[in-house]
């Protein structure tokens, strides 16, 4: 873990536990406890938006082969959430797993990278959309008086996020990474390594340039990421169903339009922080922020975001452990195939 990302860390985690005591550890606990089996039946709900959010990475492959199966979509997702949710490598490392375990099942790395690129795109796209539809909504049924500046502001760093994302793509972002990086740290590793520190960086930015290429094709086949970015907004919509199952096992039933608000402008906060990993602290309280516009008592507001990371236990342990036996069956594959070779 790099410096930076287990300072953040450190810091979520004290913003966690600072939260979780200011409420009553007692009272948070034993309002998330009245959930009982309730639990169960959240995770066992959320595999709707994970399907969903499967299909929208299977409809940028190739559906011609074996790795343009949904089933492989839906444990690539699976296994990226899994990290995303609760390893320490903020959001980022679910994404680039997403695309090994592609890679390890039949696709190139190229076809890969740049699907797994293109629908992260629509995705935050989508969720910004799902954003404003939730503000609105509540804004017709509800009072947001006094919120809409914290509201606005979270959602201009998520736009502003999502369009220095799209910018870099179109201008060959991983190609350009490449050189950056050959720039950098390509002369001393050449002087160390010789021709082959060279051709080593040389072969990088060809990959890369292949990667921005796949992805400029995706982006013109405009069909599939509409698909893309419509199975997106419906994953996001079905985690409305999520938060209203959470508050009614709570014992905090709340209306449609009040579970739109607290899924669209929560996640929204926890993707502003997506530095953070787990978005430990920022999800927690972005609850709290909410829970007044819905008449939610802080510890209800807790005891939800508990409720999700309970979820994210319930499919994320599973999840990384079929990753560890998936990366093993692949490395001794390539053993068994490496060995044959060097027997020919």
């Not at 606990?29 to 299909?55: I, K, Q, R």
């Not at 293109?118 to 404003?132: K, N, P």
Request: proline content about 3%; glycine content about 12%; hydrophobic content about 50%.
């Amino acid at each position: 873990m790099s410096r930076a990302a287990f300072l953040l860390l450190s810091i979520g985690a004290a913003l966690f536990v600072g939260l979780l005591a200011w409420q009553g550890f007692g009272a948070v606990t034993t309002t998330l406890m009245s959930a009982g089996w309730g639990l169960a039946v959240v995770a066992a709900f959320h595999l709707v938006p994970l399907m969903l959010d499967a299909g929208a990475i299977a409809v940028l492959l190739d559906r011609k082969t074996r790795h343009g199966s949904f089933c492989s979509a839906l444990k690539a997702r699976w296994t990226g959430e899994s990290v995303n949710s609760l390893l320490p490598a903020g959001q980022i490392g679910g994404p680039v797993l997403m695309v090994r375990y592609l890679s390890h099942h039949g696709a190139r790395m190229r076809d890969a990278a740049a699907a797994i690129t293109v629908s992260t795109t629509t995705q935050a796209l989508s969720q910004m959309l799902f954003a404003l539809l939730g503000i609105i909504v509540f804004g017709a049924n509800g009072d947001l008086s006094g919120y809409q500046t914290p509201i606005i502001a979270v959602t201009v760093v998520l736009g502003a996020c999502v369009l220095a994302f799209c910018v870099l793509q179109r201008r060959g972002m991983f190609g350009r990474m490449m050189r950056i990086g050959q720039k950098l740290f390509g002369k001393r590793k050449s002087a160390d390594e010789g021709v082959a520190g060279a051709g080593r960086w040389a072969g990088l930015a060809l990959r890369a340039d292949a990667v921005d290429s796949a992805i400029r094709e995706l982006y013109r086949d405009r069909k599939k990421v509409a698909a893309s970015f419509g199975l997106n907004l419906l994953g996001w919509l079905a985690g409305t169903g999520e938060v209203w199952l959470i508050m009614h096992f709570l014992g905090h039933p709340v209306s449609w339009h009040e579970a739109l608000l607290l899924e669209s402008v929560g996640q929204a906060i926890r993707g502003a922080a997506f530095a953070i990993p787990g978005s430990l602290g920022a999800q927690e309280g972005g609850y709290l922020l909410l829970a007044p516009l819905v008449g939610l008592p802080p510890d209800a507001a807790l005891a939800l975001s508990l409720a999700k990371r309970v979820r994210e236990l319930l499919l994320g342990i599973p999840g990384l452990v079929y990753l560890h036996f998936s990366e093993r069956k692949y490395q001794r594959r390539r053993a068994a195939t490496a060995a044959l070779q060097g027997s020919d």
